[in-house]
Structure formats: C-alpha cells, structure tokens
C-alpha cells in the first residue's frame, strides 16, 4: 500500500479589477481506449443523500457535489495551481470596476436531453439558484446572492452564447465558485418540467452536460452513471478527449465506514472514499491511498450564542464569553486527535484549514492548550458554584447542560472526538447531552438554532466560506454570531482581488474568533480515498474527491 498526503498549495488571485480574456485551446492528448462493457464500482457514504440532497442548487451537502459532478459541468475550471482555464466558457472577461462578468460559451455542448447549453440556458440555472421555492443555501451563497444584502443583481443574455452576471459590489470569489459543481447546470427542460423532482434526482430529472448520464437511482443504495458518448467538452487541458473510457460507474452507498473498506479489500468495489485513519492500515499493500488535506472549514464545534428553546436568549449556556473559553479550555484535543485519527489529520488551531489559500494564520498553532484549572475558575465565575448529586454544576437549580444536535449517520471519528468531549467535560460538571437525529428533524432544529452546540466541517478554496459561517444572517451561522466588525471585514474580503488584502482580512477574523470563541476547531479534515491499481489515470479535484473523467480501467472485473 503506497499512501500519498497532499496538503494543497492553491494560491488563486482573482484579477476581477482588470480585464481578463482567456482563449480555449486544446492540449488533449489522444482518447484512452475504453474497455468493452467496462463498469467500475466506487464505495462512498452518501447516507444523506435520500433526504431530498440531490440537487446541486439546493443541497449543501458535498456528497451530492462528490456524485453530481460526473454529470454537471462548470463555466470554468479551477486548476491545481489556483488558475482557472475554460470549460464551457471559452473565454470571459472581468469589468474593470469589478461589476460585470461576461462570459462567451462554447456552441457545441448540448444537455443529455438534446438541449442546447447557451446563454438562455445559464440565465435559467442562476435564476433557478436564486428563485425562493428552490431554497437554496450553498449555491446561492456562492453566487452572492442574499435575500437581503446580498451583492448578486442577476443574469443578462447579451445574445445566443454570450452571458453576463452583474453584481452591485465587486464579488472577488465568483470565478472559484463557478467552478464547482454547485453552480453547475440543468437543462432548461428539466428545470421547466421537473424542478420540483430536482430534490429527489434520478434518470431523466438529473440532466445535465457532463461525461456521465445519471442512468439509475435507487435511494439509499445505488447511483448508477453510464458514459456520455457526446461528450467532447472537456476543460483545456484535460489528458482526455471525447467520450469517456468507463463505460459505467456504479455508486453504491455504504454509510458504514467498515463496510465501504470491506466492499474494497474483497473486490466488490474498486475505490471507496470517507476512509477512516483507524482504517489505513487495514487496506492491504494492494492498493493505493490518497490523503488530501482539506481546504476550508476544518471541523469545528459551533457554540450557539442564542438558543432559540431560552425564554431569554441570554439565558443560553454560551451567551457569556466565559463559558465558551471554558468550554474550548477544558477539552484536550490535541491527544484526541493524535488517537482517533494516527497520524492521518491533523488538530486544527484556527477555524481555517491550512490548505485553504490566501488566508491561513500560522499564529495561532498552539495558541492555546488544555487547562481544565482555568475552564474551571471561569465556570466558577460565572456563577456554576453548586454541584448535584451527580457531581454537575448546578445554578439558581438549573444543571449546566449543553445539547449538542448533530444528524445520522454520525462518522466514528466524530462519535469518538464527541465520546472525548462530554467526558473531559464531565469532570468540569458540565454536562453535553447528545442529540442524534434524522437529517430532515436535524435541519428543523438547526434552522430554528433550537441547540447549544452543533459540528462539521465545509471544504472550500476560498476562505469566503467564513461568510455563510460568521456573518450576521449567514445560512450557516451555527453560532448565531452577529458582530458588526465581523461582517465589515467580511464584506472587505470579497470586495478586493489582492492576495494580501484579502489574507489579511481573514487573519483579522481568525483572532477574533480566538478570543470571541463562536467556534471550537478540532481537527483539519482529511480526504481519504483507497483504490484498487486497475483505476489508471484517477486524478482528483482541490478537494481531494476522484474525478472519472480521464480514468480507465486496465482490468474488468
């Protein structure tokens, strides 16, 4: 077994106060020879997409980017290097006051239906991220748009294959995230005739460009994706051409860690993603392993400011700054972290991984250590004198108690960091009652911020994923932070292109969070793939997720 890390060394500079054009050219080389009847079958989690996540404009799951990109292709595409090179624009420029992005399309890429991709067809997808009845979260934050303050001002179709998107500030991250999946595109037909199926996904409802046909869908077991023999509008630069040479992958969704390794070391798949570090070492030295340092938000505890179950808000456990430094104080994660996940990730210092671009502050490694006698005295100090019968703090007869609310399926890593968690904190007296639920019963109690405390990670290139986090209002605000200095410097980041501004704005939001505490990092998340030899020419995205499309296979099996 050969197990390859890689930390990303992205360094994207979005010129959107100058003039850029790009021109496409072609440096493919030569089509791999496809396999006759060629299937090759990839193990992933995937347990949430069946609760309505397939849609790639209203799911802000990364499992529905992981499997929707095989048929959903993007504007342009970012490379390893932080360039962006055309894929269906063949070129774009950049407003000089930053407003206006026009983008020339390709005039030869149609949908899997037959439908033509042009302008009328980008303008329908934008309109469609940003219509009320689609919800969307991700998306439409990518895309800039807030029903209130947002900076999107919407789509123009300057003629059949030239699209402009107009902003009412200049919105530096829009190139980065038209490169993902998220704001990939629908056929206008779909969107016409089976928007409201979109949600649920499956053959003739998931229509897009891209390499892959979704073909069949049996929720909560399988996604089934056959080649696009039209397919010829790969991003410049690909080291493949035309249709591609799997002929057929079949996802099949194993949320068990345990048995997405098994389906792989036993030859019933070929690769399988979301492996666990405990896990590594189980694979067997046939075959390969890629660990990819995640960019953007490492996992995090999110500690809720403003619980919306309190008759008084400011009655919430962590409203009082005190008990957030107690709380982050009291927890020792760094040999947590070195057990649960043995040397595949990392403990994470700052609410930036330090693969996200243009951002990271290296100050704050080992800013802080576990110091249960200091959590302790500021328990003290805010009052958490008493303790009950069974040894919690106790206030005016109320125990100290935090609910923590997560979804299943609940990974073992996180089981076994939040196992950590309630007991180190359980010899302060501070209780963490954990609250697993359905993703569907999860979101109505996110949504109403009906929590204490909350988890996860969100992978990012560009450190803009602070926005939906921090800034007040922000879809993803777990923390229900609402700081006016948080927001003018979030603002300030999206609205300049320099590298060095922008690096320093987000360092500024980082110390802030240090001493404000809204949010607890843990650990940088590792994207874990293992794949079987007979994969040739796998490469992956900048988010360490397997792309399919210059892949062959050597061997049927």
């Not at 993007?74 to 206006?100: N, T």
């Not at 030869?108 to 009845?133: L, Q």
């Not at 991984?353 to 990271?360: H, N, R, V």
């Not at 405390?453 to 992978?459: A, G, V």
Request: net charge negative; aromatic share 10%.
């Amino acid at each position: 077994m050969r197990v390859r890390a890689h930390l990303s060394s992205v360094r994207a500079a979005l010129a959107v106060f100058v003039t850029v054009a790009v021109v496409s050219g072609c440096s493919a080389t030569a089509p791999n020879a496809a396999s006759a009847d060629s299937t090759l079958t990839y193990a992933i989690n995937g347990g949430t997409l069946s609760g309505g996540k397939m849609d790639i404009h209203s799911s802000a799951f990364q499992a529905t980017a992981l499997v929707m990109r095989n048929s959903f292709d993007s504007l342009v595409y970012q490379q390893a290097d932080g360039s962006f090179v055309p894929w269906l624009a063949e070129s774009w420029d950049v407003s000089a006051d930053g407003l206006q992005y026009t983008f020339q399309l390709r005039e030869d890429v149609t949908f899997h239906d037959g439908e033509v991709f042009n302008a009328e067809a980008v303008k329908a997808n934008f309109d469609h991220v940003v219509a009320p009845e689609t919800a969307s979260a991700d998306a439409a934050s990518l895309i800039g748009y807030a029903e209130t303050g947002g900076f999107y001002a919407g789509t123009e179709v300057v003629d059949e294959y030239t699209v402009r998107v107009d902003f009412n500030q200049p919105y530096a991250p829009f190139l980065q995230a038209v490169s993902t999946a998220k704001l990939g595109f629908y056929s206008p037909a779909t969107l016409r005739d089976n928007a409201a199926q979109l949600p649920a996904g499956g053959p003739d409802i998931s229509v897009g460009t891209g390499p892959y046909v979704l073909s069949a869908y049996t929720p909560d077991q399988s996604i089934t994706f056959t080649a696009n023999e039209d397919y010829d509008w790969a991003p410049e630069g690909s080291g493949h051409e035309g249709a591609p040479a799997i002929e057929t992958i079949e996802f099949r969704i194993l949320p068990e860690s345990a048995v997405r390794t098994g389906a792989l070391t036993s030859g019933e798949a070929q690769i399988a993603s979301d492996i666990t570090a405990n896990t590594v070492a189980q694979i067997g030295d046939d075959f390969e392993v890629e660990n990819y340092t995640m960019p953007g938000l490492p996992y995090t505890l999110f500690l809720n400011e403003k619980n919306s179950t309190q008759a008084n808000v400011a009655d919430s456990v962590f409203a009082d700054q005190n008990m957030r430094q107690a709380f982050a104080l009291g927890v020792d994660v760094g040999p947590a972290v070195e057990s649960i996940y043995q040397g595949q990730a990392e403990r994470a210092w700052s609410i930036l991984s330090p693969a996200t671009p243009d951002s990271y502050d290296p100050s704050l490694e080992d800013s802080w250590a576990y110091d249960p006698d200091a959590a302790n005295a500021l328990l003290d100090e805010a009052g958490w004198t008493e303790r009950d019968s069974e040894g919690y703090r106790v206030k005016d007869g109320v125990r100290l108690s935090a609910r923590w609310l997560a979804y299943n399926p609940v990974s073992d890593a996180n089981a076994s960091l939040g196992d950590v968690v309630q007991s180190d904190l359980k010899q302060l007296g501070f209780e963490i009652v954990r609250d697993n639920l359905e993703v569907a019963s999860y979101y109505e109690d996110f949504n109403a911020r009906a929590y204490d405390l909350s988890d996860w990670s969100f992978p990012s290139v560009d450190a803009d994923v602070l926005r939906a986090h921090l800034h007040t209002g922000g879809y993803k605000n777990g923390s229900s932070t609402a700081d006016a200095t948080v927001d003018q410097l979030l603002d300030g980041a999206i609205a300049t292109s320099d590298p060095a501004e922008r690096e320093a704005l987000y360092q500024q939001i980082q110390q802030w969070n240090a001493t404000h505490v809204a949010m607890v990092p843990i650990t940088v998340p590792s994207a874990i793939t293992a794949y079987s030899p007979v994969i040739e020419n796998l490469s992956f995205d900048l988010y360490g997720q397997p792309l399919f499309y210059e892949a062959s296979l050597s061997t049927v099996r």
